[in-house]
């Protein structure tokens, strides 16, 4: 399985600024996803992110309000941008395994944010 | 679209006593099936799966076997503990790399 770290680990932010979100992965991959869950929800994918192209978003959320980068195949970030209390949410990185765990998705701790 | 049910909680049980949460699914064609867990305060981690019917996956004295007939993934334990409260998603793979999840079933066992 991959570990994955997620920076920070939790924020309390002001409404208007944004915060951009680190996933770091001990191994290569070639796909990583961000997912939000809402206080008391299940998750629901944000978007895919592969390296060397533009990220694919769901239905729902859009490029200006959730940049993502992938820089390389052990790295990306997610910024919430001009934040809002609705936003207040735990942000997860998963990536999906390799070989014999291709199809399966591993997730970091998450980030817990607060929007005030 | 694929879709995933899974049963209302708080799960409230003795320790030692036997668990199952339901869970169901909508899909079209042959989607892998997944149980993850969330403790408090953590990440989900993947705790067993199934990839083709009749399958069981198992872990941790967990399991679950993919049921075609009835669309099913319940999830089982014979004796859980304390340790095992926690937030129980299903989820199914499709025939894209997505993960649909559950709306999740909180578990909370009790010395």
């Known amino acids: 399985s991959a570990v994955i770290s997620q920076k920070p680990s939790r924020d309390i932010c002001q409404r208007g600024t944004s915060l951009t979100i680190q996933c770091q992965v001990d191994s290569q991959v070639t796909m990583m996803f961000w997912y939000r869950q809402q206080p008391g929800q299940s998750l629901t994918l944000i978007a895919t992110?592969?390296?060397?192209?533009?990220?694919?978003?769901e239905s729902g959320f859009v490029i200006d309000k959730f940049p993502i980068s992938r820089p390389n195949l052990t790295f990306s970030t997610l910024t919430v941008s001009n934040m809002s209390p609705e936003d207040s949410s735990i942000y997860l990185c998963?990536?999906?395994?390799?070989?014999?765990?291709?199809?399966?998705?591993?997730f970091g701790a998450g980030t817990r944010l607060s929007v005030l | 679209g694929d879709s995933v049910t899974q049963m209302e909680g708080p799960v409230t049980l003795s320790e030692e006593a036997f668990l199952t949460i339901n869970c169901t699914y909508t899909a079209t064609g042959y989607p892998s099936l997944f149980w993850y867990v969330q403790y408090p305060g953590e990440g989900l981690q993947l705790l067993l799966k199934a990839t083709k019917a009749d399958d069981k996956g198992s872990n941790k004295g967990f399991e679950a076997t993919y049921r075609k007939e009835t669309t099913s993934f319940h999830l089982e334990k014979g004796s859980v503990q304390v340790s095992d409260s926690a937030v129980y998603f299903c989820?199914?793979?499709?025939?894209?790399?997505?993960?649909?999840f559950g709306s999740g079933t909180r578990l909370l066992v009790r010395p």
């Open positions: 998963s990536v999906e395994g390799t070989d014999i765990a291709k199809n399966i998705q591993y």
């Open positions: 992110a592969n390296q060397g192209s533009e990220a694919t978003y």
């Open positions: 989820a199914l793979q499709g025939s894209s790399y997505k993960l649909i």
